[in-house]
């Protein structure tokens, strides 16, 4: 079962335990924040002081958009901690200066770090397992803040929170209020001060987060946090699953191909009810769409893929030399216009943007892997080795 699935190191139920992933999933998971407390040795090889400050001074990784400073509760503009210079191909980018961070990191500033997931073995460990779990993207960020220093106002965010304490003490606040499901859209994130205040509503708890304790906050809870002790910190898992939204965003290939969906709206003179039957009409052909079977397996190998992109190298390599040979009897012919992969047991029509590579594969008997890449070097390679693939599947080619 998913719920099971077990990354580098960690399973879900190490990070939630000694709560069951069968538990959260009932009576937490998109209903109810819950704090685990948890112990030092809880997430071996994470992420610690030593290990950040190794990281921090790899320069070349972080830039303004990727490091910040907040000095209670207000950004640090990026001029005074920053430096200006450019990449190799000549873009403008602000780097983080270790000696003016470290300046503001004294007067109590706090240092956020984003998109740190893939930085440790640890971290992409916690967050593919997450990833794989929830079917939903994961993000990570880091805190680190000192005592009696508050980064951020009384806010709730548009993804679930699984945040893991690493280092030090923090001192959770969370609130009564909670928004219903709210999303990265300008109408959640142009709320005022005032407004966040008044819908904060009342303490609900007060929790101490130690190293190796987790808390889970669903989207649209409100809470905020300051350190207790000298120094903290702590990593926060956001994940973004699938929404209705996305669902909409899903029929529009298929609306696009159909006919009703291309045509003209009624014009005003021909009455409000033809409008409203016409909108009818859409909307019982959209549920049509919707309800059906290839629809829902267009969705689950949506949410099966619905990650980022993390890792996928493994040095060094052997280069792919297989050899391919063209089974007899296979040759590309055109009809009325149509490129057709004629064989033995009849004809298939050639996608027009395949029809060059179908044409060069079959007209050598046989061919490697690398003399199709240099045959075919505007292809995707992924698109060549998937046409590579297919017709192998197709009995046209044998490999070896």
């Known amino acids: 079962m998913a719920m099971q699935t077990k990354g580098a190191g960690f399973s879900f139920a190490d990070i939630l335990a000694p709560i069951t992933p069968e538990t959260f999933f009932a009576e937490n998971c998109g209903r109810q924040w819950i704090h685990i407390p948890g112990d030092a040795d809880k997430f071996p090889d994470v992420l610690n002081w030593d290990s950040l400050t190794e990281l921090l001074n790899k320069s070349g990784v972080w830039s303004s958009a990727t490091l910040g400073l907040v000095q209670d509760r207000k950004g640090v503009p990026i001029l005074d901690y920053c430096y200006s210079t450019k990449t190799p191909d000549g873009q403008d980018v602000y780097r983080p200066d270790g000696p003016r ?9 706090s240092l956020v770090a984003n998109d740190i997931d893939s930085l440790t073995p640890g971290l992409t460990a916690l967050a593919t397992v997450l990833e794989q779990t929830l079917s939903a993207k994961v993000q990570a960020n880091l805190y680190c803040s000192w005592k009696e220093h508050q ?3 009384s806010h709730f965010d548009t993804h679930d929170v699984y945040a893991i304490q690493l280092e030090g003490e923090k001192l959770w606040h969370i609130y009564e209020g909670c928004l219903d499901n709210p999303i990265a859209h300008s109408h959640f994130h142009d709320m005022t001060p005032d407004q966040h205040e008044e819908m904060k509503g009342r303490l609900e708890a007060d929790l101490i987060m130690r190293p190796g304790d987790v808390i889970y906050l669903p989207r649209g809870h409100y809470h905020d946090a300051i350190a207790v002790t000298g120094n903290s910190m702590h990593v926060t898992f956001g994940a973004v699953a699938l929404i209705g939204l996305d669902y909409l965003n899903a029929l529009l290939p298929a609306a696009t191909s159909d006919p009703l969906f291309r045509a003209d709206c009624p014009r005003p003179a021909e009455g409000r009810q033809r409008l409203a039957a016409y909108l009818a009409e859409l909307a019982e052909r959209a549920s049509d769409i919707g309800a059906s079977d290839a629809f829902a397996g267009e969705m689950a190998a949506w949410q099966r893929s619905f990650l980022y992109p993390r890792g996928g190298f493994d040095l060094p390599v052997e280069l792919e030399q297989e050899d391919f040979r063209v089974r007899a009897g296979f040759e590309l012919v055109w009809k009325n216009g149509q490129a057709l992969l004629s064989g033995p047991r009849g004809a298939l029509p050639v996608p027009a943007c395949l029809e060059e590579a179908v044409a060069w594969v ?15 070097p505007a292809m995707d390679p992924a698109a060549r080795s998937k046409l590579l693939g297919d017709l192998v599947n197709m009995k046209v080619l044998e490999q070896g």
């Open 101 to 109: 961070v470290m300046g503001h990191l004294r007067k109590g500033a």
């Open 151 to 153: 980064a951020f106002d």
């Open 362 to 376: 079959v007209g050598h008997e046989r061919f490697t892997r690398a003399d199709f890449a240099e045959a075919a």
